[in-house]
């Protein structure tokens, strides 16, 4: 090999170096989700609900079918001590959703037919997709390929008993087992915040 080859053999491996050790190219971000119109026809389910207790099925089959023995031991206790609150916003395109209950408060923006993928529990990540009717929004959650557990949730307005929204549960397990619950929201105002501690003296 001449010293000319040799030399441009060396320019090469230490380019193919530097491009290697170069960091990668930053992804391009996701596009802003859209907050659309107001909804003018079909369901719309914008408001304040509480979950009602007197009609709504026991959530521990649910629990113990992901696995989830522990919350679901006294989960029923605990629902009826601490209410469980949904504040809903729906536009023509998105959905958004803030839920208080004994477990604490979390809050979630989909976009209608755009799948959403967040971080869980054990390095498992989840998707949810929500698809909009004319008569009902339903919410799909696949909740990870180690648990091959997928959740999905119905949700339509009634007005036999009040303005109502019924919520069918289904809890689809990776042998096909299915676990069915149905719950019901009545309208409702958010709790109030608690009230500051007072301040020490002095």
Avoid: H
């Amino acid at each position: 090999m001449s010293r000319a080859t040799r030399g441009s053999a060396r320019q090469a491996a230490r380019r193919q170096a530097a491009e290697a050790a170069a960091p990668e190219p930053a992804a391009a971000p996701a596009p802003p989700v859209s907050l659309g119109e107001p909804v003018t026809s079909g369901i719309d389910l914008t408001g304040t609900w509480k979950l009602d207790m007197t009609r709504s099925e026991p959530l521990d089959p649910y629990l113990r079918a992901m696995g989830l023995a522990d919350m679901a031991a006294g989960n029923r206790q605990k629902e009826e001590t601490t209410p469980t609150f949904y504040d809903i916003r729906q536009t023509t395109t998105t959905l958004s959703q803030r839920k208080i209950n004994w477990f604490g408060e979390s809050s979630r923006l989909l976009e209608f037919d755009r799948p959403l993928t967040e971080p869980g529990a054990s390095k498992l990540t989840k998707v949810f997709l929500a698809r909009r009717t004319a008569d009902a929004v339903t919410i799909s959650t696949d909740l990870g390929q180690r648990r091959q557990l997928v959740d999905t949730r119905t949700l339509e307005r009634t007005y036999v008993d009040g303005d109502t929204i019924k919520m069918e549960l289904v809890l689809t397990t990776a042998r096909g087992d299915t676990v069915r619950i149905t719950r019901y929201l009545v309208r409702s105002a958010l709790p109030a915040a608690p009230a500051p501690a007072p301040a020490a003296p002095g």
